[in-house]
C-alpha cells in the first residue's frame, strides 16, 4: 500500500475552525490498518483514525500525517434481539445503531446529541449523554471489544480481561491501538416515545439547583443555559427532563418504535427544506441576534410544557437544523466544555459568564448536565455538572478569545474542575496535567509504550495535551 | 540569493557576474540533508491557526528577507538551502524573535532531484501540514559576452532554476490540488519575458519556470490553488554587488518582499516588482523581432 500524493486531503474539526491536512486512507479491512502501521513506520509517519469527524477539537486530526478513515468499516456484525447485544465494526454510527435496534425494542444505553458519531469515536473520547449521572459514559456499556496495535497484535478486551487496557483504550483518544469490533449491551425500551417535562428556571442558582433535585427521578436531564442572560438573570435557562415510558404505559408502542416515527422530518411545515437553513441562521450568528433569539427562545419556555416526544427527536437535537455549523461563518466555532463539583459550579459559571460578557465574547449556545465520575483512565466524569459553550470564531476575535479561554481555564482548575478531549481544542498540556494528576497521566504514557513503542499512532490532540 | 534580470545592461561590458565554480562543486558534491535541532512547531489550534510554509533558497536575499516577514505573519516555515550555517542563523533570529519554534533549517541542495521526495515528506510532517511554498532558489552565470558560450553553465542553470523548481513544485501541486487548498510562489525574472543576447540560457530558464507556473496555475486555480510567479528586476541582493554595468530602478530587498507579501494576500497571479517593470517589459514584449534582434541588450 503505498502513500500516494493525492490522498493528500483537508481535514477539518467538526465546528470548520481549524484545517489540517495528511494523507486519507479509507480502510475497510483489519489487514489495510496492519499495512498502513508498517508503511507509516517505514516512512516516520504517524497515523490518527478518524470516524465521522464529529469532535470540536483535533480528536481526529493528524497534519502532515496519516489519517485513517474508518467511516466505511461500518458494518453491525451480529445482532441479537433477545438480548440486547450488539457486535459492531468501528466505522458503524449511532444512527446504523438505532436505526436497527430500536425496531426491536432496544436503544443504545448512551448517546450523544448528534448520531452522526461512530462508534470507534464514540468510544476513544467515552462520550457522554444527558443520562450520565444515571448510566454513565458509553464505556460502561461496552461488554467486549477486540483492537489492532501499532505492533500488529491484536488484543481483547473486556471489563475483566486485559482490563487494564479496557479502561485506558476506552478514553484513550484512539492513541493506543484501533478498536476494530465493539460489543455492547443495549437498553430495553417498551415504546418509542419518551415523557418530557419542560420549564423555565430563572436564575444560575435555580438552574443548576433543579438539574441536582430532579436528576435522580428522571432518565435523562439536560438544561438549556442563556449566556447572554446578565445580572440577576445571569445562568436563566430552560431545563428538559425525560423519563421513558414504562411497559404498557403506550398502547400503541409497536407502531411508535416503528422507524418511520422515529425519523427527523428534513422539511419545516412539509415544505422548506431543512438543509437550506443554516443560510437563515447565518444573520442571528452575532451578539445582537443571539440576544433576540435567546430572549425569545427564554420567553417561550415560561409556560411549563409536557409532552411526548420519540426517541430520535429528543436525543439529537443536533441534527435538527443539518449542518447547522455553517451558520458560524468562515472562522467557525469552537466548544469549550467545563466539568465542575457540585460545590464550586455555580460561583466558578457566575465568575466565567460574565467575563464573557464583559470583553463582548458570550457564548451563543449554552448547555448544561449533570454527570458523576466513572473508572475509564482519562475520565472526564465528576460529581457535579457540565457546562458547554460555544464560541464564534472569527479573524478579529481569536487573540481575545484566546486569552479569555486561558482564563476560564484557570478557573475551572481552581474550582477542581476537569476537561473534555472531544470539545476543548485550547487546553494546554499544563491544564491537562492539573486535571488529569501526573500519576494518570504516567499510566497512559506507560500503557501508550506498552502498545505503541514506535510512536506510530499520533493526533494533534496528543502532541497538544501530552506531547 | 536572486540573481536580477539584466534587463537593460549591455551585457557584452559585463565581466562574469558570479565566478560560480565553488558553488557548483558544492552543489555536486551534496551533504546529507541537515535538520535543525529546534522543535517540531506546536500543531495549529482554531484560535492559534498556523499557516505552514516551505521556503527554498532561504539562506539570503529575497528568500531568508520573505522568511523573516512570514514569520512575523504568523507563518511556521521550514528554511532551505544549501548554506546550513546561514540557515541556522536565520532560524535563531526568527525563532528569537517569535518567542517560539517557527523556523526550522534544512539543508538541501536543490539539484539533488531524488533528495525531494522523503524531505518533502518529512517536512510536511515537521510542520503539521503545507499550506504555502516559495521557490527561490535559482543560480545565473552570464557567459560574459555576446560572443561566449558556456553549456556547462547554460544546463546548470536549468539544472537549478527550472527542474530544481519543478521536482519541488510537482509534488507539491499534486497533493495542493488533492487538498483543495494552497499557494504556490515562486521567482521568475524579468530576464524570462524575451530571449536576449545577453544570458540565452538564463532567460530560457526563467522563461520555463514562467510557463510551468502558468501551466500549474491553470491546472490549480480550479481547485482553490493560487499560484504566483514573481517576476523582480534589479533587487538588491548579494549577487548585484558583482554586477557591472546599468542596474536601474533597483529595489532593496525588503521593498521586493513587500510587494510579494501583498501579492501574496491578495492571492495575484503575476507581478513585476517594482512595479515599472511591468511597462518596460511590455514595451520589450511588443519590439518586434526585426529591431529586437539588432539590439545589444
Known sequence: MPLLLNNFTQLENFGHSLRAPSYRFRLTRIEEICEVFRLAQELGLTVTARGAGRSYNDASLNGGGITLDLSGMNRILEWDPASGVVRCEPGVTLEQLWKCVEPDGWWPPVVSGTMKTTLGGCLAANIHGKNNYQKGPIGEHVLEFSAILPTGESITCTPTINADLFYAMISGLGMLGIFTSITMQMKRIYSGLMSVDAWAVPNLHQHLGDLLEHAPNRDYIVGWLDT?????????????????????????????????????????????????????????????????????????????????QSHAAFHFLLDYVPNWELAYGRGGLIQYQSFLPKGTAEEAWREMIGLSQRRSLPSYLGVTKRHRPDKFLLTHGIDGFSLAMDFKVTDRNRSALSKMLKEFDDIVLSAGGRFYFAKNSETSAESARAFLGDETIRKFKELKKRCDPNHVLESDLFRRVFG | MHVPALGLMRLYDTRQIFEMTDMLESIRSSPEDHVSNYPRPAAATPLNPRRRGIIIGASDGIGASLARRLAREGYTL??????????????????????ESRARAYTHDVAAYENVPPLLRQIVADLGGLDLVVF?????????????????NDRRMIEVNLVGAMAWLSPIAEMFQSAKAGQIVAIGSVAGDRGRVGNPGYNTSKAGLATYLEALRNRLTRYGVNVLTVKPGFVQTEMLKAAQGATPFTIPVEKAVEDIWKAMKKRKQVIYTPSIWRWIMLAIQFTPSFIFRRLSF
Open chain 1, 228 to 308: 447572554i442572560a446578565s445580572g440577576k438573570n445571569i445562568g436563566r435557562g430552560q431545563i428538559h427532563a425525560a423519563n421513558h415510558l414504562k411497559e404498557g404505559k403506550d398502547s400503541n408502542a409497536r407502531e411508535t418504535m416503528r422507524l418511520e416515527n422515529q425519523s427527523l422530518p428534513t422539511r419545516i411545515f412539509g415544505v422548506f427544506p431543512k438543509s437550506a437553513l443554516h443560510y437563515f441562521m447565518s444573520p442571528f450568528t452575532n451578539n445582537l441576534g443571539v440576544w433576540g433569539v435567546n430572549t425569545a427562545k427564554y420567553i417561550a419556555s415560561l409556560p411549563k410544557h409536557t409532552f411526548r
Open chain 2, 78 to 99: 521550514a528554511l532551505l538551502a544549501r548554506r546550513a550555517d546561514k540557515l541556522e542563523l536565520l532560524c535563531n533570529e526568527i525563532n528569537q524573535t517569535a518567542g
Open chain 2, 136 to 152: 527561490v532558489a535559482g543560480v545565473n552565470y552570464p557567459p560574459g559576452g555576446m560572443d561566449k558560450y558556456n553549456f556547462e
